[in-house]
């Protein structure tokens, strides 16, 4: 026996926009498919880059992680990382007045009546929990982390992740199970042809029977096109203020609200800071000149002072640092190389680095360089920046850099050095 | 075939889909609630689905429709308004865009997260409610300069005898 729909939302004639209808929805989707898929492609380079399988580096527990390795050559260009993670926070950001369109067009189905029609009908909106939920948590906690507001209590790494596994399942499925209706929509309407109408030829959808299209429209206040153009002007606006903070150069200064987007001085050391010597609980003893660096392998280590390391062979490679939230900078470091530390202490051939700092605690005290970043001519252990000792904040007395390497694993303050079978 | 259809409600490939996708997902999320934070997690999910659907796509939808109402009423009553040029979109874009950045980045423009911002910056997030203000003014001047213009192209249209 079939109820009558409860009043408000659950009539039929509640919702009346003559815009929504399934090609509306199929545009909207055709447009965020390709960017979440692009998203979730960089998120999980972004994992594979911090080498979550040299043993202490992983996040995620590896015995439990099901993600594929993709992994880059160290070889590539140092900006691989800052291009990868700023396509993935921009192209986020980006993305969502696309999402919050989306989600608009397909609101009526949320109180369809009766609630559950049938077995399918009950699977598809429990997968549907998981997508918009998924979506709207990942979208969220990606925007919080990114400005440092941490409103919650569980790990964001750890959340994040495999919050992104649920939004990525049920996004497949999602795309599988849609994909004829866009198809139908397309050949029914054509792909653009709807795009042409002006404010006076918008019609309903003639999809009779479909549940997104209106059985009581209201008179259209916009097109199509002007939908898709305000969605198209929001991205744009959020490109514009957001993207300096990863490309830099004139950009930086449109980055009015780019969380990394500060234009600095003009000094050698004016460039963004991730974690200060302050808050990493730096004491001026700790790197004081009695600071020195071990370096050890197998049986034999060598405790050397920061003169000692400036009589060492010096390197200078303009290498990038990229940021996991997003931004990056790019500086003339100049350090002794990773490789003439491993050949000093006759390290064995094809090791991994553990670096430590002497930061006491904290969550990236520590990072294990793969073989390829230990080897590679560009990777340093850098003692100056741009032609002047580091500043404390930015790792004084010495700090590693390497090709591609996610900026909380340049590890700053570095206090040991031991290189590893791998 | 039929007869699977009439029971399950859907195709084949509609059940294996969600078989496949759901094992994943319940997978992710097994893994998520045995972590130490797992009802603040499970909170954020649910209340992210919540909140979008419940508050603020209804919140933007009545603020949109009120807003109309009241322009609609206000176009008549302008001095030379035009009927031909709806005076509607060129206050819901700005309106919209400076809405979507609001929603994006008020933790910087609002500044909840000061404290964590300057442990890892070393300064305070300053300007951004600035900036955002600014942005607003930018997009709604610019919106208000497009409407004159086509006022003015509708009128000149209308004053200028038919060819």
Redesign the interface.
């Known amino acids: 026996m079939r109820s009558d729909p409860p009043p408000g939302p659950f009539q039929p004639t509640f919702w009346r926009s003559p815009l929504r209808g399934p090609w509306l929805t199929s545009v909207l989707g055709s447009l965020l498919g390709p960017a979440i898929l692009i998203i979730a492609l960089t998120g999980l380079i972004s994992h594979d880059a911090y080498h979550p399988e040299l043993r202490g580096n992983a996040t995620i527990d590896p015995a439990r992680d099901i993600a594929p390795l993709i992994q880059f050559p160290a070889s590539w260009p140092s900006w691989i990382y800052a291009l990868t993670q700023g396509i993935h926070i921009t192209l986020g950001l980006v993305t969502i007045p696309l999402l919050l369109a989306k989600l608009w067009s397909v609101i009526p189905k949320l109180f369809q009546w009766p609630a559950v029609r049938s077995a399918a009908n009950a699977i598809e909106r429990l997968s549907l929990l998981l997508l918009v939920g998924g979506a709207l948590f990942e979208f969220a906690t990606g925007v919080l982390n990114i400005q440092y507001a941490y409103l919650w209590h569980f790990n964001f790494v750890v959340a994040h992740y495999w919050g992104a596994w649920v939004f990525f399942a049920a996004f497949l499925v999602h795309v599988v199970v849609k994909m004829p209706v866009v198809v139908r929509s397309y050949r029914a309407r054509g792909v653009l042809k709807p795009l042409r109408d002006d404010l006076l030829h918008t019609k309903p959808e003639p999809a009779a029977g479909d549940s997104l299209v209106p059985v009581a429209p209201a008179a259209p206040t916009i097109s199509r096109r002007g939908l898709l153009g305000l969605v198209g002007g929001a991205s744009l606006t959020i490109l514009l203020v957001n993207l300096g903070e990863s490309v830099g150069g004139p950009l930086r200064r449109l980055a009015l609200l780019a969380p990394r987007g500060r234009v600095f001085g003009t000094g050698p050391n004016d460039f963004q800071v991730n974690r200060t010597v302050a808050s990493a609980g730096i004491t001026p003893a700790l790197i004081g000149p009695d600071w020195r660096l071990s370096v050890s392998a197998r049986a034999r280590t060598v405790s050397l002072s920061r003169e000692q390391l400036m009589a060492m062979p010096q390197r200078t490679h303009e290498l990038t640092i990229g940021c996991v939230e997003g931004w990056s900078t790019t500086q003339h470091w100049q350090g002794v190389r990773i490789a003439d530390l491993a050949a000093l202490v006759g390290a064995p051939p094809r090791a991994t680095a553990v670096v430590e700092s002497v930061q006491p605690s904290g969550l990236y005290r520590s990072a294990v360089l793969s073989t390829e970043q230990v080897s590679d001519e560009r990777s340093l252990l850098a003692l100056h920046v741009n032609g002047v000792p580091l500043s404390p904040d930015h790792g004084y007395p010495a700090r590693v850099i390497a090709p591609g390497l996610p900026g909380v694993h340049c590890t700053k303050w570095v206090g040991r050095v031991t290189f590893v079978r791998s | 075939m039929s007869h699977f259809k009439d ?4 195709s084949p ?3 294996i ?2 078989v ?3 094992a ?2 319940a ?3 097994v ?2 609630l045995g ?4 009802v ?2 499970l909170g ?3 209340a ?2 919540l ?3 419940l508050v603020l ?1 209804p919140a933007y939808s009545a603020a949109d429709r009120i807003a ?1 109402a009241v322009m609609r009423r206000l176009h008549v009553r302008m001095p030379g308004g035009d009927l031909r040029v ?1 005076i ?2 060129h206050v ?2 700005p309106a ?2 400076s809405g ?2 609001l ?3 008020f ?3 609002l500044g ?2 000061d404290a ?2 300057f ?5 305070h ?1 300053s300007g ?1 409610l600035r ?2 203000l ?2 607003t003014v930018v ?1 709604f001047g610019g919106s208000a300069i497009i409407y004159m213009a086509r006022v003015r192209a509708a009128r000149s249209r209308r004053s200028s005898p038919p060819t």
């Open positions: 029971r399950y409600g859907a490939l509609h059940l889909a969600h496949i996708g759901l994943i997902a997978y992710a999320l893994q998520l972590e130490k934070h797992w603040n997690f954020w999910f649910l992210a689905a909140l979008h659907d796509l109309g709806p509607v979109n819901r874009a919209l865009i979507v950045l929603l994006i980045y933790p910087l423009i909840p997260g964590a911002y442990s890892a910056t070393g300064h997030p951004y900036n955002w600014l942005i997009l």
